[in-house]
């Protein structure tokens, strides 16, 4: 999946979220085919567990991972399933899946819930989702077949479920339609399914009910990962208009400008950006120490300078740099171990330099570039054996070299390039890049 899944997840599944929880199974099945009431609760227990474990959000928290004990925690769960060879569709294999390894696969989840706000409403959505979907005995053998790698199988059995269910009102049918389409995105995130077959779900949802902002959003991320730039416009034009609350509505329209940025149509895109960061001054005012959000207003004043910067109107766009690494500043004094904020407060100062320079003040750019320098020379320090933190350093000493004249930070910088080199680290399509370096350095 091109954009990345927890937060396509999050958004998707907002609306699962919301509901009060998953239909009752008399509601789409008839009462007589229930399965014994001793099954019921060791059999769904050990699936929805499966299943959130298995699925594409916690993969990709766990491909971040880096600590030890929890990565250890993941292989001892991998094994024990490799040890079960997989567990059949069959509802009578469920009681065979061991409590301590449904047990170990909840813990692992909630530890990764509690650490990603992202990631704990993505997997709530998926876990109400999970549990609607396999409130009956049919429902709960697709959740099996889900978990064991058929996915297509189990979309395909979920929906002849919902068709077939004459009890079923119109507004039940919808939810569990919506609850399969994110289990559909939840399956194209491992892989196991085209954009276009998720597409196909949202594209029907919205139309039968057009009402929905998370629908939308999710249709226009999906629309962004197809490259239907025109259609995804039109569907977040359609989210920032259902959007209940001012943060959906921002979010709505920082998404709609990266469309429209795409689409190179900037004055539109600036106007998107705009509208985000209006939202987003008015929610830091209502709440004055909620860090994150003045986070997110520092991103929305960077979306606004780009797409000046973009216009070619830098006096616009230093001005918004400068509003976004004063509250950059602030947060960093704040909680000065962030290592994302910090890292963010050196891309400021080199916005800044950029900006400067495009305008010919040379000067007042490297002051910037110094500034940039010194914050990720620390972050470089923290972390030597970090790429990313080395490649950093070195673009800053490269524009602080231009901007200065000064041939010993280029000189320094090309030093740093021919360390990651005898690492192995250089990424070869920076040849430019070191070109650059040689010729400063001379």
């Not at 602030?330 to 100062?349: F, R």
């Not at 900006?355 to 010919?360: H, N, T, W």
Request: aromatic share 4%; charged share 25%; glycine share 4%.
């Amino acid at each position: 999946m091109s954009r990345p899944v927890v937060r396509v997840l999050m958004v998707a599944g907002a609306v699962c979220a919301g509901a009060t929880g998953p239909l009752a199974p008399e509601a789409w099945a008839a009462p007589a085919a229930a399965a014994p009431v001793e099954q019921r609760p060791t059999a769904l227990q050990a699936a929805v567990a499966r299943a959130l474990y298995a699925a594409s959000a916690t993969a990709q928290m766990l491909e971040q991972e880096d600590d030890a004990a929890r990565l250890t925690q993941r292989k001892h769960i991998d094994r024990a399933w490799a040890r079960l060879g997989g567990t059949t569709a069959s509802l009578d294999a469920a009681p065979g899946v061991p409590p301590e390894l449904t047990q170990a696969q909840e813990r692992l989840v909630a530890a990764l819930a509690e650490e990603d706000e992202d990631y704990a409403q993505a997997i709530q959505s998926l876990r109400l989702a999970v549990t609607a979907l396999a409130a009956t005995p049919e429902g709960l053998a697709a959740l099996w077949r889900y978990n064991t790698g058929d996915e297509a199988g189990a979309l395909s059995a979920w929906d002849r479920l919902i068709d077939t269910s004459p009890r079923l009102a119109s507004a039940e049918r919808a939810s569990l339609r919506r609850y399969v389409a994110l289990l559909a995105l939840d399956a194209r995130g491992k892989g196991k399914g085209s954009t276009r077959s998720v597409l196909v779900r949202y594209e029907a949802l919205t139309q039968l009910d057009s009402h929905v902002y998370a629908d939308w959003m999710a249709l226009g991320a999906l629309y962004q990962d197809d490259r239907q730039w025109t259609k995804a416009r039109a569907a977040l034009t359609r989210a920032t208009q259902t959007a209940s609350t001012d943060p959906e509505r921002c979010e709505a329209f920082d998404e709609l400008g990266d469309v429209q940025t795409e689409q190179d149509d900037l004055p539109a895109a600036l106007q998107s950006y705009q509208a985000c960061l209006t939202l987003r001054q008015k929610w830091v005012k209502a709440h004055p120490d909620d860090l994150d959000a003045q986070n997110d207003l520092s991103v929305s004043h960077d979306s606004v300078a780009d797409t000046l910067g973009a216009m070619e109107d830098w006096a616009g766009a230093v001005k918004h740099y400068q509003s976004s690494l004063a509250i950059r500043q602030k947060l960093t004094k704040a909680e000065p171990d962030n290592v994302d904020w910090q890292s963010d407060l050196g891309d400021s100062h080199m916005d800044i330099g950029d900006a400067l320079s495009a305008q010919g003040h040379a000067a007042a750019a490297a002051k910037s570039y110094q500034a940039g320098v010194q914050v990720r020379q620390a972050l470089h320090q923290a972390e030597p054996n970090s790429p990313e933190r080395q490649r950093d350093l070195i673009i800053s000493l490269m524009k602080l070299s231009e901007a200065s004249g000064q041939k010993s930070h280029a000189q320094r910088a090309l030093k740093l390039a021919q360390q990651m080199q005898t690492r192995g680290t250089w990424d070869e399509q920076d040849s430019e890049l070191l070109t650059t370096l040689e010729q400063l350095a001379k």
